[in-house]
């Protein structure tokens, strides 16, 4: 049997690196009766298009990142909230890794849309992208800010008086090269791997978020495995959380010295003060009201449940 495994991701990047390295494990342990095959970003169309793929069972596998359900499974772009989870990096992961509002709230949501997201994993703190170097607020505006398809990323940004526009990131460097958009945001591996300092200036520091992936099977799928499969994916699944932790630490570190030592195209790298994170995170705390009050379909209870998971994880 052959599995397909979709990826937004390419060659080398964290994404894809995850899927070779779960197919490596799946032959393994069913000594070649289950071949998974990884497809990396770029032949089946848009990251949207991909997510439809999983859920018409075109493909069994997908890592998938929530901001491109945005338009469909609302409570999925709690991750689009900045200065949510902890500074800690790994922290951040330990919650991902246990958060009951998560794995068992967020999951029922996902899997009324045939989407069964069976693990959360960071790619890494985000960064801001541009030419105008940002270190405060007022430096985003009016800013043509690139998001994924996502309202409450746009709702983020438009909290900085940014403009945001939703934008597939086969899109963006070409965006940022002719101005159709001016900044964005992404993990350190990522930026440097896409080449987009290339087009852009600067990197603020500002650890304003995580870079949140999913690995999600089709659901009906999933409940069709017979339990010995179930087992053998869930295993893996698992034990791929720490390996994919290493990788997306690794990779961030890797780049940021690359981009340092980069004298080719350089790239200013501003690193924030706690205080002047402060200003951000005072500009972010009001769109969780609006994520309770106009995003969340279950009234931010899983919001309200994630904030008591992360108080107790920082305790
Ligand atoms: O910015 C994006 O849309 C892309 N960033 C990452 C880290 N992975 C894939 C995604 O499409």
Known sequence: DTWRFITEETQGQVQFV??????????????????VEPYEYGGLGSEVDQVKQLQDGAVELAVMS???????????QIFALHFLFPDSVETTQ???????A?????????????????SFWTEGAMQWTSNVGIDEPADFDGLKMRVQE??????????????????????????????????????IFFIYDAAFHE???TMTVSNHNNYVAMTTVNTEWYSD?????????????????DWVFEEQDRQNSEFLTEMENDTENPTEIIELTEDQRAAFRELAIPVRDYYREEVSEVDGAILDKLQEEIDAAME
Do not use: C
């Open 225 to 241: 495995l017979s339990d010995e499969l179930k087992t053998i994916v869930d295993d893996t699944v698992e034990e791929m959380q």
């Open 150 to 187: 996502s309202p409450l990323m746009m709702k983020s940004y438009e909290a900085y008086d940014a403009s945001p526009q939703a934008l597939s990131w086969s899109e963006l460097y070409t965006g940022l090269d002719r101005g159709t958009v001016e900044g964005q945001e992404n993990p």
């Open 199 to 201: 087009v852009q200036d």
């Open 18 to 35: 995850y899927a070779e390295e779960f197919a490596k494990r799946i032959s393994e342990k069913t000594d070649g009766a289950i071949t």
């Open 102 to 118: 998560l794995n068992t709230d967020l999951v029922e949501r996902y899997e009324a849309h045939d989407i069964t997201p069976l």
């Open 66 to 76: 929530p901001g491109f359900t945005g338009n469909m499974v609302m409570e999925g």
């Open 94 to 100: 330990e919650i991902l890794n246990t958060s009951e």
